[in-house]
């Protein structure tokens, strides 16, 4: 575990924390006007290896090469400039900090960040993190990487996939969503869980690319629902189009405790361990030498892969609630003779509309793969608003 402090003075800005997996959608911009809850659970911190945060550059003012050299191999609006390392937390672990008036953008429903650090240490004065509460994004404090430093105040060690399967950690795909408060009050509604559409469209860029354009297979049930209508727009692409006829990849849910992975399956939606950022691996097995799948101490470093399958990273709650969905639990009827009757909870209710992909979490992905490169692949982040206007994202 550790404690953030501030390089000015050395005061204590955190409670003790441990480091978990960056969340994929700790960037995410969901909807106009959402109320969205907070980013990080209590007591956890993580760690965004990339540049973040303001200056910002446009893609047209980046040099190509440059933007390989640092990862990204397909046009993105805009490149950050800021220095990397930026520390997550939960608003309520930040420790011995004041908001400074004059940097607090934002101000549609909340703050934003957009001006640089907007809090800064009680003891010193030295702008160190920003607090992020706008609405339509996760609310969170951001510690400026170059305003702190950690001091190690104990040992946490991580959990084994064992130890975590008997954790409680699961993550529901379906949720009410709250829009800010009116003058007819807050409006609530059921919809599709903002962390599913951020999980889904990162797996996605990473079907997509190591597809080669060929169609893609998923189970049936709710893995189809959430991913068939955009692997069926998709693919097969490019030269693969007919008549060339390409043969179908087939994609298996495989993780701890699942029967033994398929030998026929082509690609592998396994979990993230929430912990280390590692995918799960089949016992005994290896992950070979091709498409990669980033991990927390390597971002852009390819994960290696089976000969047999290609894994595909899921977070690990979203993964565990497609391969063990929890059943709606009883219900006590009230009323009448019958009232100490166990009946069956109705499943919360369904969205009305059909699943659709994160788009800044699939763009996010697909252009910090090599692949990405490929002419089918640029087209589709090309006319990633005429797929957003189709429901795909």
């Known amino acids: 575990m550790f404690v953030f402090e501030c390089v000015g003075c050395g005061a204590a800005l955190t409670a003790p924390l441990s480091r978990v997996t960056l969340p994929v959608h700790a960037h995410q911009k969901y909807g106009n006007g959402i109320q969205l809850p907070v980013l990080m659970e209590s007591g956890t911190f993580a760690v965004e290896v990339e540049p973040s945060g303001p200056p910002w550059r446009l893609w047209e003012e980046v040099d190509p090469e440059e933007a390989a050299a640092r990862g990204v191999h397909a046009p993105v609006p805009a490149l950050s400039d800021g220095p990397p390392g930026a520390v997550v937390i939960a608003p309520g672990d ?26 800064a240490c009680e003891a010193c004065g030295l702008p160190v993190a920003s607090r992020i509460d706008d609405c339509s994004l996760w609310q969170a404090v951001w510690l400026s990487p170059n305003a702190v430093r950690r001091r190690r105040v104990g040992d946490a060690p991580p959990l084994s996939w064992s130890e975590l399967m008997e954790t409680a950690q699961i993550t529901r795909p379906f949720e009410p969503i709250a829009a800010w408060g009116s003058i007819s009050g807050t409006h609530h509604w059921w919809s599709w869980s903002p962390e599913w559409e951020a999980a889904a469209g990162r797996a996605l860029a990473h079907l997509l690319a190591a597809s080669e354009g060929r169609p893609v297979t998923v189970p049936d049930g709710l893995t189809a629902e959430v991913f068939r209508r955009a692997l069926d727009a998709f693919l097969p692409a490019g030269p693969m189009r007919p008549p060339a006829d390409p043969p179908t990849l ?11 992975p398929d030998s026929g399956a082509d690609f592998l939606l396994v979990p993230v361990h929430p912990q280390t950022g590692e995918l799960w691996t089949p016992p005994g097995g290896r992950w070979g030498a091709a498409t990669a799948a980033p991990t927390q101490s390597s971002p852009q470093a390819p994960t290696p892969v ?17 391969v063990f969905p929890e059943p709606s639990p009883p219900l006590l009827l009230s009323g009448g003779k019958h009232a100490d009757i166990l009946g069956d909870d109705p499943p919360p209710p369904r969205p009305s509309h059909p699943f659709r992909m994160d788009p800044g979490a699939f763009r996010h992905t697909l252009a910090r793969l090599p692949a990405a490169r490929s002419p089918w692949l640029r087209e589709i982040l090309a006319d990633l608003v005429r797929h957003m206007q189709a429901g795909i994202f």
């Not at 400074?100 to 809090?119: F, T, V």
């Not at 087939?250 to 033994?260: D, I, M, N």
């Open 306 to 322: 089976t000969p047999a399958a290609r894994p595909v990273p899921l977070p690990f709650g979203v993964w565990r609630w497609l």
């Open 94 to 119: 930040a420790r011995g900090t004041r908001l400074i008036p004059e940097k607090a953008g934002g101000y549609c429903c909340g703050l934003d960040g957009a001006d640089g650090p907007n809090m």
């Open 250 to 260: 087939r994609a298996v849910l495989a993780g701890p405790e699942c029967p033994a």
